[in-house]
């Protein structure tokens, strides 16, 4: 069987080279061992929560509290971000689903989730076409690749398509299920009725909760629904759920979650599940080829998500493993020759709550279509789910930029706060948040933790160096509870030096398997520390409040390249030998614990020759 698979992928690369075809021709691989892959990160990125699953309902607001949530698809239209996504109470596929959505103006900040496709009832007596089960109190589950559509008069529509899961085993999206509701979002941020769009042909339209969009009175609203249907590209999104002989949908096959940008000569780079790949001349009317695996790509069964960024280049973000980690991205100058491979998230938090099919990892990418408005920042932002449980959002810098150059003197209090952090990469959490605070009038990088599952991230890349300075300086709000651990890594994200600001009031460093002490701390006052290190001979001295230590690193990398702060320990949960389903919740997966907070004031690097 291995070697059929392989004389099978060997023929498709074969017939890929051939074509005109994405392929990826840079040499990085991920280890899949670690969550980072160990790969480069793009600097600047900003990895910001937009949910957190939590079912208490008070925790999270009104009409939340499930937490399966999964598949968020984005748009940018009226100055503002709308995030949409799918949830059920537990599990993927069980119902009851509905839809969700979120608004921010600055991908920063976001409402509260609503209601935007509510749970649908099945009329009892139904059965479906090849199942047994007749439907009793039956609910439908939501399956959408599809989320918004912006007109050419510019009215935003929302969509989802409710699927009908009978019992174990059964498929939402196997062209037998109810059909694609459609609603539009106005200026305002309300939300007009809903409509059906399309229903499958085995549904029964005269049992609909909702009318045929057609109907509608607003002639407006019917012309852009109109415009969407006659758009191919647009199509070939619903080609899971729509009927298998569906003519609108131009490309009948077994294909998955399909995303599409534009050359600059006009032609269709169409992207799939498995990295499956191909090219249309007409706007995706006719594919010039069968889909095919793009040469390089290694990606399993997860989304990968391809787009046109500002600069005039292009990017693709997916998991390149079997694994739903890391989430990376690579780089095109022409949208068909992609080389580096970045990271973008390689932080993996608990998955708090077990569910059917819930996967570890960042994973299930989707960016803002074409159409579906442009930031104004011109930055990339892409959005997915963490475990299938969380949702998250990732604004990427372009220019796309993996090394720097100049050394770094960061003075947190004299740089505008908008500016602060721009090259900076973190995580920030709702129960984690990282952002520039001032406490007793002095302008901070400020890391909170109240998450007994997840950590506060922020890290700074730095010139690659074997002999340098590093200096910062960190006030820690408590001493009693938290901890602060800073790391200096190469850029593959092996940790050669470790500090920590532990919960017993003291400052520590990592010395091969033991841990040494180097001074205490106090709460509320000025930690500062002083660095040099050289990789060659792997010594380093670090003075901390005027206490001097000198030490070796505990790990052996050439050069120096990034310095981590993290509000917690190194996580090497999940793993590749972890059992794919979790079936249970941690202990306390609702609670939070009490909140411990860093402000770091200053940093700089210095390289030495």
């Known amino acids: 069987m291995k070697k059929g698979l392989s004389l ?6 074969i017939l890929a080279n051939a074509q005109d075809t994405v392929k990826f021709v840079g ?12 790969l480069r990160p793009v600097v600047g990125v900003h990895n910001i929560q937009v949910f957190r699953a939590n079912r208490r309902q008070d925790a999270v607001g009104a009409d939340s509290g499930w937490t399966y949530n999964h598949a968020p698809m984005l748009s940018y239209w009226n100055n503002r971000f709308y995030l949409q996504y799918l949830s059920n109470p537990v599990g993927e596929h069980v119902p009851p689903g509905r839809s969700m959505l979120q608004t921010s103006t600055d991908g920063i900040t976001w409402t509260d989730p609503v209601v935007c496709f509510p749970v649908y009832r099945i009329p009892d007596g139904y059965q479906k076409k090849g199942r047994p089960e007749i439907s009793k109190d039956l609910d439908a589950v939501m399956h959408q690749r599809m989320g918004f559509y912006v007109s ?8 989802a398509y409710y699927g009908i899961v009978m019992g174990k085993g059964d498929d939402p999206n196997d062209g037998k299920g109810i059909g694609r509701a459609v609603r539009e979002v106005y200026k305002d941020g309300s939300l007009g009725p809903i409509f059906f769009i399309r229903n499958n042909s085995s549904w029964d339209k005269s049992t609909s909760a909702y009318p045929f969009f057609t109907s509608s009175a607003d002639r407006g609203f019917v012309d852009a629904c109109h415009e969407l249907l006659s758009s191919p590209l647009m199509m070939q999104q619903w080609v899971e759920e729509a009927d298998r002989d569906d003519p609108l949908v131009p490309l009948k096959k077994e294909l998955k979650a399909f995303s599409f940008y534009h050359l600059n000569n006009g032609n ?20 010039v080829y069968n889909p095919l695996r793009a040469p390089g790509f290694v990606n399993s069964n997860a989304k990968i998500w391809g787009q046109k960024t500002s600069d005039g280049k292009y990017i693709t973000v997916y998991n390149p493993s079997d694994f739903r980690w890391p989430l990376a991205l690579s780089i095109s100058k022409n949208g068909l020759d992609y080389d580096k491979l970045l990271l973008v998230n390689g932080q993996i938090t608990a998955m708090r709550y077990g569910g059917a099919y819930k996967s570890y990892g960042p994973q ?22 963490m475990n299938k449980e969380d949702i998250w959002i990732a604004k990427i810098p372009v220019p796309v930029k993996y090394e720097m150059i100049a050394d770094v003197n960061d003075s947190f209090n004299l740089i505008r706060p908008e500016k602060a952090l721009e090259e900076w990469n ?11 605070e001032k406490k007793n009038g002095i302008a901070a990088l400020t890391m909170k933790d109240r998450d007994p599952f997840d950590h506060a991230y922020a890290e700074r890349i730095i010139p690659a160096s074997e002999k340098g300075s590093v200096q910062f300086t960190i006030v820690p709000a408590q001493q009693d509870h938290g901890q602060m651990d800073i790391e200096l890594a190469d850029g593959r994200g092996t940790a050669a030096i470790r500090f920590s600001i532990d919960s017993n009031g003291n400052v520590t460093t990592k010395a091969g398997y033991r841990i040494k002490n180097i001074t205490a701390y106090r709460s509320n006052e000025p930690i500062l520390f002083q660095l040099d290190y050289n990789a060659s001979n792997r010594f380093y001295t670090v003075q901390v409040n005027g206490k001097k230590l000198t030490e070796l690193m505990f790990a052996p990398v050439e050069k120096i390249e990034r310095v981590v702060f993290r509000t917690g ?36 690097s210095t390289r030495q020759q």
């Open 426 to 436: 973190y995580n920030s959490g709702k129960w984690t948040p990282v952002g520039i």
């Open 364 to 385: 299930y990418v989707r960016g803002i279509e074409e159409g579906n408005g442009i930031p104004k920042d011109g930055h990339a932002w892409v959005t997915y789910s």
């Open 569 to 604: 320990g190194v996580s090497r949960f999940p793993n590749p030998d972890t059992p794919t389903d979790q079936a249970y919740d941690l202990p306390g997966a609702d609670l939070s614990c009490k909140e411990a907070v860093f402000h770091i004031r200053s940093f700089t």
């Open 268 to 287: 269709t780079v169409g992207l799939w599940k498995h990295a499956l790949t191909s090219l249309s001349k007409d706007n995706g009317k006719t594919w």
């Open 27 to 38: 040499k990085e691989l991920v280890n899949i061992d670690y969550h980072h892959g160990q």
């Open 8 to 13: 099978l992928f060997s023929f498709f690369a």
């Open 152 to 159: 050419s008069t510019q009215r935003l529509l929302i969509l």
